[in-house]
């Protein structure tokens, strides 16, 4: 049986904009595909607010843990996204297919905040899953 083509999201913690878009692409991946998450300093959970908003999305990740970037991560990845973390010892930068979203960590946001960056990492994510298909 064939593989899914990977797709890998990063940011430092793991415990934010990765999850939430691991969580979005992965509930409209098309076929073939699947995302995985991870971060360059994992933090010890999902924030909690993040969990909250993606439950208003219908989208249950209270389950998920942050996770440290590890090398078959980037080797199998058919693309990597920075979520706006981009430094010199993240792995992901010697990717072929890199990309960075630039987008504000949600770490110490109100609700209303991460629900706004939500919906900017879905607008992407739709964007990413509409290149992937064409």
């Not at 098309?30 to 989208?59: C, F």
């Not at 249950?60 to 430094?87: F, H, N, Q, T």
Request: glycine fraction near 6%; charge should be neutral.
């Amino acid at each position: 049986m064939r593989e899914d083509k990977l797709i890998l999201f990063v940011c430092v913690g793991n415990s934010g904009r990765s999850q939430i878009a691991e969580a979005l692409f992965n509930s409209k991946a098309p076929k073939g595909y699947r995302a995985i998450s991870a971060g360059t300093n994992p933090a010890r959970e999902v924030n909690p607010l993040v969990v909250q908003v993606m439950k208003e999305r219908g989208i249950d990740i209270s389950k998920a843990k942050p996770k440290a970037i590890e090398r078959w991560m980037y080797e199998k990845a058919e693309r990597a996204v920075l979520m706006g973390c981009s430094d010199d010892s993240c792995p992901a930068v010697f990717l072929k297919k890199v990309e960075d979203w630039h987008i504000e960590d949600v770490k110490d946001l109100p609700i209303e905040e991460i629900r706004r960056v939500l919906g900017i990492i879905e607008e992407k994510v739709d964007s990413l899953i509409a290149q992937l298909v064409s």
